[in-house]
C-alpha cells in the first residue's frame, strides 16, 4: 500500500512520531513518504493518508487546518488516519477538528489518535 504522511511540527514532536510511524510501515512492507506540510506539495499518488498536528490551546495550529482545507483532494472513501501530540490530552480536540475536515472531502477515518508526549519519552 503507498502510504503518504503528511505533518506539522513546532517542537519536533509531531516529526518524530511521524517518523517512527513511516518506519514501522516500511518494515511492514509499504511504501511511505513523510514530510512536513511546509516542504512539499502533496502528492496525490497514494492509498492512505495520514496526517499529523500538535496541539496548542486544544487543537492543531491553523496552519495545517488551512493546508488541509486547501490541499486535501476529494478521496472517494480512501482511508485516513489523523494522530496529534501534545503534553496532555485534556481539551485536546484536534484530530476531531481535522477529521471533521477530511470527512468533508471523503476521506474514511481509519483511525484517529491523540499521543501524550513528555519530554522523558523521546
Do not use: C
Request: net charge positive.
Amino acid at each position: 500500500m503507498k502510504i503518504l504522511i503528511k505533518y506539522s511540527s513546532g517542537t519536533g514532536n509531531t516529526g518524530f512520531i511521524a517518523n517512527e510511524l513511516q518506519k514501522h510501515l516500511i518494515k511492514m512492507g509499504h511504501q511511505v513518504e513523510s514530510s512536513n506540510i511546509e516542504n512539499e506539495a502533496m502528492n496525490s499518488e497514494f492509498d492512505m493518508l495520514i496526517i499529523g498536528g500538535p496541539i496548542y490551546a486544544g487543537n492543531v495550529p491553523e496552519k495545517l487546518i488551512r493546508y488541509v482545507i486547501g490541499n486535501i483532494p476529494d478521496a472517494k472513501n480512501k482511508k485516513a488516519i489523523v494522530y496529534t501530540t501534545s503534553t496532555g490530552l485534556l481539551n485536546a480536540h484536534g484530530v476531531l477538528s481535522i477529521s471533521k475536515k477530511l470527512h468533508i472531502h471523503q476521506w474514511k477515518m481509519n483511525t484517529v489518535k491523540n499521543y501524550s508526549w513528555k519530554p522523558e519519552n523521546k
